[in-house]
């Protein structure tokens, strides 16, 4: 089985990255100033860009031409990591100065953090020439995908209240 059938997958998914990551870009340009104030939705903010960017990122450079299943591995390890790190340190970092609390839970955390946990087992396993290690990190990043729209929702909602809070 080629990588190429994988095409529309990646297509599809860094579509719909590119897509939500505009829309969560504008979402906080129309909000700055509150996005700005609140170190909870600045560092919601960024951890939610970052991991768009990530997927988009993933996607993208799944689809450069004639790599192999190692390259792939190895490119989304590298931004997996990259997206886990940042998403762990803005969450501690919102949770110790932001005034907000909206999605900031300890299940938010773990499940956040799980999904980037798989994707980067499916790509070690890709790494070290297991197939079956794009199907699970596929399924990871799906599932990762999924949770950061909640995450945005979140976002969004939490500037939200924090516009109601100030009038």
Do not use: P
């Amino acid at each position: 089985m080629g990588i190429n059938q994988w095409y529309d997958f990646f297509v599809m998914v860094g579509g719909g990255a590119a897509a939500l990551t505009g829309l969560v870009f504008v979402a906080m340009s129309i909000n700055l100033s509150i996005t700005a104030q609140d170190a909870t939705h600045k560092n919601r903010a960024v951890a939610t860009l970052t991991g768009f960017g990530a997927v988009f990122m993933i996607c993208a450079f799944a689809l450069i031409a004639n790599q192999s299943y190692q390259w792939i591995g190895i490119e989304w390890l590298f931004f997996s990591l990259f997206a886990v790190i940042t998403y762990i340190r803005k969450y501690i970092q919102a949770k110790k100065t932001g005034r907000s609390s909206v999605g900031l839970s300890t299940g938010r955390l773990i499940a956040g953090t799980s999904c980037y946990v798989i994707q980067i087992i499916g790509s070690v396993l890709l790494i070290s020439g297991y197939v079956a290690g794009l199907y699970v990190a596929s399924v990871a990043l799906v599932l990762t995908f999924g949770f950061l729209i909640s995450g945005a929702w979140l976002l969004i909602t939490g500037i939200y209240e924090h516009q109601v809070k100030q009038q």
